[in-house]
Structure formats: structure tokens, C-alpha cells
């Protein structure tokens, strides 16, 4: 009698368990959710009021500097009336003109031209290199010199006594005298 009403009070407090658990889960569910959207809202506002404008500004400008260093270099003054596109487009022909006539050298003279540049640059290497070691030198002999200048420092006391070697006991080799022995008479007694 007392397994038959008291089944349905554990079937029912598993019921409410389950309940409570599923019921917690959901609360933090919702809790992560509620964070997630007051992050997405916290964004479009940014967005939406223009912050990350001042970062595209600045590339911009940027790149405009650029542009106008580059045609400096390339064309020369920069007139202040033009604007970007125009000096980019300026660049771009002239650009094209150069390389049509580079197109229009004789391929030795190109050879020659690289030769000539990679002579230099392999000078150049090498110049760097024996710049650098004659600086390595000059440092050794500083460094010598100072040894040479400092004070000599002489040991005082007592010379240091090293620890005398244990004596090494030597052992007989009476096993290999032994198989000398029985192979001696081995050959004795099968040979004679």
C-alpha cells in the first residue's frame, strides 16, 4: 500500500525538478539573449551616428598624399587646381608612354643596362662588407688594446690544491687466463 501512493509523489517531484531546471536554463538563455541585442543595438547606434566615418577620412587623405608624393616624383610640381583622378590619369599616361618606349630599346641594350646594375650592386655588396669588417677589426683591437692597458691582477693566497684521484684497483684477469689455458690444452690433446 505505501509503494502505491508514494510512486505518483516521486513521478511528480521529478516533474516539478525537471520544471525548475528547464525553467533556469531558459532564464540564462534569455539573460545571453538580452546581452547579445543590447550589443547589436549599442553598434547600429555607433554606426548610425557616423564614428567610423573619421577612419575612411583619414585613409583617404592618406592616399591622397600619396598620390600627389608619387606625381611629384614623376612629373614634377604639383599644380594645386588638379585633383586626385587628374593626377592619377596624368600618371597612368605617362606610365603608358614609358613603357612603349621601353618596348622600343633593342634587347641588348636592356641586357647591357642590367648587367651594368647588377656590377654595381655587387660592388656595392662587397664595399659593405669589407666596411663591416674592417669595423669588426677595429673593434678586436680596441678590445685587445684595452687588455693590453688594464692592470694585471696577480692572484693572492694560497695556490688552490685540486682534490688527489682515488687510486683505481686493478683487477686480474684470471677469467681470460683461464680460457687460454683450457684452449691450450684443447689443442693439445685433439692435435697431438
Known amino acids: 500500500i505505501f509503494s502505491f501512493f508514494s510512486k505518483p509523489k516521486i513521478t511528480l517531484k521529478n516533474y516539478i525538478n525537471q520544471l525548475k531546471l528547464l525553467s533556469s536554463t531558459l532564464m540564462s538563455s534569455i539573460a545571453k539573449e538580452e546581452e547579445i541585442a543590447a550589443d547589436l543595438q549599442l553598434k ?4 548610425s551616428f557616423g564614428e567610423y566615418k573619421g577612419d575612411y577620412q583619414q ?9 600627389v608624393e608619387v606625381y611629384r ?10 585633383g586626385t583622378l ?15 618606349n621601353l618596348e622600343r630599346v633593342p634587347a641588348w641594350k636592356i641586357e647591357q643596362v642590367e648587367k651594368a646594375k ?25 678590445k685587445a688594446l684595452a687588455r693590453a692597458q688594464a692592470t694585471i691582477k696577480k692572484k693572492t ?14 683487477v686480474k684477469g684470471d677469467e681470460g687466463e683461464t680460457f687460454y689455458d683450457r684452449e691450450k690444452e684443447e689443442l693439445l690433446f685433439f692435435f697431438t
Open 86 to 100: 587628374q593626377m592619377l590619369t596624368i600618371i597612368e599616361h605617362q606610365l603608358d608612354e614609358l613603357l612603349e
Open 59 to 67: 585613409d583617404v587623405g592618406q592616399s591622397e598624399q600619396k598620390v
Open 44 to 47: 547600429s547606434r555607433v554606426f
Open 157 to 170: 693566497g694560497r695556490k688552490l690544491m685540486y682534490r688527489s684521484e682515488p687510486v683505481v684497483s686493478k
Open 73 to 82: 616624383k614623376c612629373i614634377g610640381d604639383c599644380e594645386s587646381s588638379l
Open 118 to 142: 647588377e656590377k654595381e650592386r655587387r660592388i656595392r655588396l662587397r664595399e659593405e662588407k669589407m666596411k663591416l669588417l674592417k669595423e669588426m677589426q677595429e673593434e678586436r683591437l680596441k
